[in-house]
Antibody, heavy 121, light 107 residues
């Protein structure tokens, strides 16, 4: 059974960088699209982007200038960095697994439990 | 970006009711439409992908249909564990986008 677990600071200072890691267990990080989604409290889901096992990435244009995703095959982990954060970046951040390709990239079949990141001084 | 809308935004229903949730895309998404269920404090759970393909392990009372811009999620007989918020998502083009959700609660 594939499991994903987010880790990282729960509190980030405005203008600083948010960094999260997702550890994948029960399966290989190869051949899937590893995705970050966020959900501000009481609001809807927002796609942040994905990183493929080859290292290629796709980011939401609304966040593209501030986002970097990467993966570490040796640790079966992938990561999110979001720079210059503001209160608007306060959200539950989820990591998830997308399909093997094509339009299945966006079918997210395994999710982490989510981690609340609050941006505040 | 493709905009997704859902209707209704909320509904009240009883156990055993048939429930239908609608989702509309701002352009044709060629059945690349996924449905998720989210319960409070939990991550979303994939129910249906490619408009009508039931995800493994999901009860058969859930079904999906539609084409082009209009899609529906049907729960044939609502069960107590189905009270949740349901989201549609298009995976036709990036950035993938979600609908605003439909909250199903107890009448």
């Amino acid at each position: 059974q594939v499991q994903l677990q987010e880790s990282g600071p729960g509190l980030v200072t405005p203008s600083e960088t948010l960094s999260l890691t997702c550890t994948v267990s029960g399966g290989s990080i190869s051949n899937y699209y590893w995705t970050w989604i966020r959900q501000p409290p009481g609001k809807e889901l927002e796609y942040i982007g994905y990183v493929f096992h080859s290292g290629s990435t796709n980011y939401n244009p609304s966040l593209e200038s501030r986002v970097t995703m990467s993966l570490d095959m040796s640790k079966n982990q992938f990561s999110l960095r979001l720079t210059s954060v503001t209160a608007a970046d306060t959200a539950v951040y989820y990591c998830a697994r997308g399909g093997v390709g094509g339009h299945d990239r966006g079918s997210l079949d395994y999710w982490g439990q989510g981690t609340l990141v609050t941006v505040s001084s | 970006d493709i905009q997704m809308t859902q209707s209704p935004s909320a509904l009240s229903a009883s156990v055993g009711d048939r429930v239908i949730i609608s989702c509309r895309a701002s352009q044709s998404i060629n059945r690349y439409l996924n449905w998720y269920q989210q319960k409070p404090g939990e991550a979303p759970n994939l129910l249906i992908h490619a408009a009508s393909t039931l995800q493994s392990g999901v009860p058969s009372r859930f079904s999906g249909s539609g084409s082009a811009t209009d899609y529906t999620l049907t729960i044939s007989s609502l069960q107590p564990e189905d009270f949740a918020t349901y989201y549609c998502e298009q995976s036709y083009s990036t950035p993938f986008t979600f609908g605003p959700g439909t909250k199903v609660d107890i009448k």
